[in-house]
């Protein structure tokens, strides 16, 4: 009786420890996030934004030891030797001279000998070195200009994502509930067939349409999970994890498009109208173009650095060489400067110099390239802003028509007043319209985020929220 009392008691813990970790574990599969938390956590998991970071700690260090070579370096050096029985009897004269001579000469080879010195090195002139520290200096802006532009463009790739995840779910809402209104439409219609009131192409007429919907459901599904795939990679989740998302635009975003919304054409186009240098201190990308072009230069430059004479100096101070690693009390010092002058060098230096020139000029036309294309993305973008705004109060009147017209030809049909072809073009209207609608609102915020992105303001799109919120 007590054993089969302790083992349901065992099961019934077991069953209950079992359903606590069933739950944390769903509830570590599903993350719900808003907009700011997304972009958030993006900031802080996106691979590539980590690497762009690490990138620019690198350049730092690296522009920190360019200026250490600058710097003298002291080693301690220590040698073994050791001849062979038929080497040393050669070398050891002393071995042929008489006693008493013989111990008057100091020993100077030995069989097995050691000898030991500290060395000093330091450059007092080297061009090389000079234009190494400019260099790393260039190089650590751009890994810090690349790791912004990495940060910004992660930020708006999270911002436009989220709202095609958000258009999708919309369009498929309203995809679903068509699809549903042509399945009642074309059971009805099978009813209307069997009562004799209705033709085979009248019903099939209806089949059609509702084939048609579902198949655009299957495709807005399709596209739903591509985005949403894409939203996850973005954040670094696993594959594994469900996402929601709150099913509107983020209030912050929404603020910025009725803003944008509400400014004159003439505005708009005065937001763009930025010289050279406001567009490249705005734009990230533009930026990090800019300093790749200074790096350019500094190697260019480094490049006739290697026509230029270079001295140093070195200091030795050692110990005699003898037959124990014991440091003796002859310690000889030795001090010299070394001028290295290149005189000819096959012409190395000269195609160097070519090639560095070529890549500063290329990377000159890149950069001016780049600028004048973010010049015309911008005015496309404004382009597309203009439109769309206009668009938008057309989509929501025409749905706002398309929607009455539908329920008047709705109330008509079900009198037998008007056909079925009737019937179905009012109601593929209003679906033209509504996702018209939505479209165009989904569409006229990702227009200005893009435009924000391109001008450097897209952190004003999102508040940042503490890690610990958005786990």
Known sequence: MLLFKYNTVRRMLFTVLAAVFVQRAEAQEQIIL???????????????????????????????NAWLQLMPSVSFNTRLTWIDDETYALRDFRRY????????????????????????????????????????DAGAEMARKNSESARENIIFQVISTYLNVLKSRAVLGLQQEYLELSRKNYDKSMRLKQAGRYSKTEALRWKVDMEQQRSVVVTNESMLRSHTTVLKRLLNLDMEHTVSLKPQVPEQLAAETARIEAMSEQELLGMIRLSKQDLVKANAALAAARANTRTSKYVYRNSYARYLPSVSASYSYGWRENDTPELDDYSPQTFMLTLNIPVFTGFQNLTSVKSSQNAYRASQEQFNDQVQNTRYILTESVNRILNLRTQKALAHTNAEFNRNNYRVVEQQWEKGRVSNIDYIDAKLNLQNAALNAVHTDYDLAAAVAELYYLLGRVQSLYIPVKRASYK
């Open 34 to 64: 808003s907009l700011d938390q997304a972009v958030s956590r993006a900031v802080s998991k996106n691979s590539q934004v980590r690497a762009s970071m690490f990138l620019a700690k690198q350049a730092e260090w690296d522009k920190a």
């Open 97 to 136: 001279l008489p006693e008493p001579l013989k111990n008057e000469i100091p020993q100077t080879v030995f069989q097995t000998s050691y000898i030991s010195s500290f060395d000093a090195t330091m450059p007092l002139f080297n061009p090389a070195l000079f234009n190494n520290i400019a260099m790393a």
